[in-house]
Every structure is written in C-alpha cells, then in structure tokens.
C-alpha cells in the first residue's frame, strides 16, 4: 500500500517542521518553496533588480522577539552558548541546522512556485506549480499543508495624496538598511514592534524621524531581560493559564513602571489594559523621544504634492523625504479561492469592515470547515514563540491524516467553535485588522496537546515524574519540551 502523499506548501519553519512530522509518521511529503532557501522570512535577502519582490521581510538588523529557549522545537533545543536573543543570521542557522539533521532538504522542490489548488471529488487536491525554467505541472496529492504564513502581501493604508506625494513610500517589507535614509527627513506610519524598530534604527541616520500612531497613543512597551533573564522566561504556566488577565495587567503594568517607567509625553500613554493589544519590545524608543530624535504624531489626513503631511489634529511637517508604512500584511493565498480562508460573504458581513480584511475563518486555526484534507499551518499570531505551536499543529495534522485521533465534528460544530473564538479575540482586543489572528502560546499548545493525549495534566506527571517535575512545568521556563513529555506515550496510545 503506497504511503498518502502530503503537499506542503512553504519551506520556512512551519514547513519544516511539517515535512519532518510526515516523514515521522510513515507520509511521503512534497514542500513547494518559491525561493532558493528555506527560513522563510528569516532568510535575509538584498532587494535588487532580481529581487524586487522578496518573500521574506526580514531587514539588516532583526533581532527576534522572543528567546531562544522558547523558540526552539521540542527535539532540537538552540546551544547553550548562543546568546539569548538571536540576530536573524542565527535564527536562519538555525532552520539550516535542523533541516540538515532531519534530512529535510531532498524533500523540497526550491524556486517552485504554487499556481493553484483545486479540490476533487474524492476530496484529493490537484496542485499546480511551476519550477523556475521548467513547464508548468499537476500533481494530485491527498493532503495539503499551507505553511506560507502571513507576513508576505504588505497591507497599506488608503491617505489622501498618497498617489500625489513626490517622496519616496514604502512598506517596511521592503526596508533593509538605515544608510539608505540617511539625512532625510522620515515619516514612519505605524508603532508595532517594526515600526518601532525601524524608527529607533533611523534615529541615528536620518535628519529627523516622525512616527504616526493611528490610534493616538503608544503600544505597551517592554522590555527584553527582566532580573537578569528574558522576560518570556517569566510567563510560566501558572501566570499564563491560571491567572485571570486583570492580574496579568496589574503585573505587566507594575514591570513597565519599574523597569521602563512612564513615556516622557504622558499624553501618548496606551489608554486600553495590556491584554488588550500587542505588545512591543523596544526599550530605547522611549530614550530616542526624550532626546527629539524621533516625534510622534497623530493619524495622517492628507499627503501634499510639495511633500508635506497633514495631521488629523490639524498639524503639518513640511520637507518629507520618505515615508515607510509599517502597517501590516494582508493574509492572502492567490494560489487559493478566498472564501476557504475566510468563510465567504455570509460570514464576512458579519464583522465590521477593518476586521473582516483579514478574517481567518478556521477550525482550531487551521481547517476550513467546508473544505477537507487541506489545514493552514501557523496563521496564528502568537503572544509567545510560533514555531513550538507549528510544530504541534503539524503533529496533529499527520495525526488526523493517519486516523490516530477522531475527524472533524460536524460543520455546525465547527462553527460554532470558529465564532466562539472569534467573539472571545473581539472582546479582548480592540477591532483590528493585525487581531483577527491572535492567540496564547499555554491556550493554543495545550488545546491541541489534549486532544493528542500530550498533555501534561498533574496526577499523569508526578506519576511518572515526580513532584518536582510538575513543579518545573508549572513555575519554569515554559519551553516546547514540556508538550513532548508524553509523545512516547501518545503514539504507544495510537498503537493500540
């Protein structure tokens, strides 16, 4: 019996990782990668004349958000002797290592591009794609694996005199270094961690930096090491899933007193709980407004042809030279009819405009439920590391694929848990298009860990490990390691 063939669509972590999990368990995995390397968006790459549309958005300086303890899978933890934050190089050196010891790379089709998928009638997918120099072909797989996230199609605002303003625009997708800014007078729409980053980054070179915040105030800002350690090394367990949020907020609240302190412009303080919004890890943005290096400014109302702005609270900055809109990515899947993703116009005119520009649709993020054997791996954006829950959710894939855990329930069942989670992301955060994918890191892990039977509840631990063990998953780090402790126990489950 021939094993059932899986297409994965995308070679960057959750690709990886996807096309390990099939080789584990007894799949024959096909990757499709548009690019020449793997890493996906942690792949630094030039914009040349070959290069003008890049996949990855990833410029000189990124550093990642979160530490590599969290970050790493589960069977493949970052050295020791690496630092705790990684440069994009090293994170990059990392995918390239575990490909390597996983064997993952003769699994790939590089510079091949995905044209289309259709579904048949005996629920199999055509895929069509083309590889770079060779004629377009169809192959029929069982199972597709999306797994090109959703920090690909730049999402622009929509000002008066954008197609009038003679300086330069950009989104911060195609940003790379700060010498290509410097002495210009710069205007950077958006305060999230790029917007923040690039305009700490610019304050060096540039003549002046403006930020625009759209919503009036700043983000919550954090800081990276708090005591001496990341401050990700604190979000146990037992502060993550047993604490109610309006304790979280009182606690974020007290450490950015402590630590950061309040912005120098009290006006621009974040009105709305942390729970509320997306954090943003940028400490020397607050030094950098103190010293006039960079100046928030509220909403844009108009771009002028002399290359002025136009401020909703009826001020001006003249001499603009550039303008880098850090405003977010459009979830999109050309390869794909729109309504797999976002549930088609009856469920869209549910939601308000800005919101339903990115609505995701999926049973337990990942399944449309009108559409079989087709799951959308890492669409998630996570308070925590992403890569420990695309390794999950890659885990539970296969595990449906093989028949190890139960089919779907019924579509009315999927939705309603698709709108009970909806209605839950509407009620924390406030409307916006970056929210309509957010998530847990302990929520999303543990939501599927339960239904793969990995879940680390307490009598099952101390049984088999002791007290102190639990007392390390409850109170410790809170690595991928911890979903990995019963997955000798899990597939032992599947057996019988």
């Given amino acids: 019996m021939s094993k059932p063939q899986v297409a994965i669509i995308g070679a960057g972590p959750t690709g990886l990782t996807s096309i390990k999990q099939c080789i584990a368990d007894n799949l024959e995995p096909v990757c499709f990668e548009a690019t020449s390397y793997t890493a996906g968006l942690w792949r630094y790459t030039e914009i040349n004349e070959e290069n003008n549309d890049p996949h990855s958005s990833c410029y000189n300086s990124v550093v990642i958000n979160t530490s590599k303890e969290i970050m790493s899978f589960s069977d493949f933890p970052i050295s020791r002797d690496w630092p705790y934050y990684l440069h994009n190089k090293l994170v990059a050196k990392y995918f390239d290592m575990y490909a390597e010891k996983f064997q993952l790379i003769p699994h790939i089709k590089f510079s091949t591009t995905v044209l289309n998928l259709t579904i048949l009638p005996d629920k199999r997918w055509n895929v069509r794609y083309i590889t770079k120099g060779e004629e377009e072909t169809e ?75 759209r919503r009036g105030t700043l983000p919550w800002i954090l800081p990276r090491l708090l005591r001496g350690k990341p401050i990700d090394h604190h979000n146990s367990r037992f502060y993550t899933t047993w604490l109610p949020l309006f304790i979280k907020d009182y606690f974020t609240k007290r450490t950015v007193k402590t630590t950061i302190g ?56 003249e001499n603009i030279d550039a303008i880098i809109y850090a405003t977010g990515y459009k979830i999109e899947f050309p390869f794909l009819n729109s309504e797999v993703v976002n549930g088609g116009d009856e469920i869209l005119k549910m939601f308000d405009e800005e919101y339903r520009e990115n609505l995701v649709w999926l049973y337990k993020r990942m399944f449309p439920p009108k559409y079989p054997n087709i799951a959308f791996l890492g669409l998630v954006q996570l308070i925590g590391a992403i890569f420990p829950l695309s390794e999950m959710q890659a885990r539970y894939v296969t595990s449906l694929i093989t028949g190890h855990i139960p089919t779907h329930p019924p579509i009315s069942k999927m939705y309603k848990e698709i709108q009970e989670h909806q209605a ?24 599927l860990a339960k239904d ?16 102190s063990m639990y007392w390390k998953i409850l109170f410790g780090v809170p690595t991928a390691i911890q979903a990995s402790l019963f997955i000798h126990h899990m597939k032992l489950k599947m057996c019988l």
């Fill in 424 to 447: 839950s992301l509407q009620k924390r955060y406030y409307t916006s298009a970056r929210h309509t994918i957010q998530g847990d890191y302990f929520q999303e892990l543990d939501n």
């Fill in 452 to 467: 793969l039977g990995c879940y680390p509840y307490p009598l099952q631990t101390i049984w088999k490990y002791g007290i």
């Fill in 139 to 213: 192959q029929v797989f069982d199972y597709v694996m999306v797994c090109t996230g959703h920090h690909r199609y730049p999402r622009l605002p929509n000002y008066q005199g954008m197609d009038q303003f003679q300086g330069k625009q950009i989104h911060s997708h195609f940003y790379r270094v700060p010498s290509d800014f410097a002495n210009k007078r710069v205007v950077i729409v958006g305060c999230g961690n790029s917007g923040m980053d690039i305009s700490v980054e610019l304050s060096g070179v540039a003549s002046q930096v403006y930020v625009c915040t």
């Fill in 262 to 317: 309040p912005s120098p412009i009290p006006d621009l303080e974040p009105k709305t709980n942390p729970s509320n919004s997306h954090p943003t890890l940028k400490t020397n943005f607050y030094d950098c407004l103190s010293n006039g290096t960079i100046i928030v400014k509220p909403n844009i109302f108009r771009l002028n042809k002399d290359n002025s702005i136009e401020f909703i609270d009826k001020t001006k900055v």
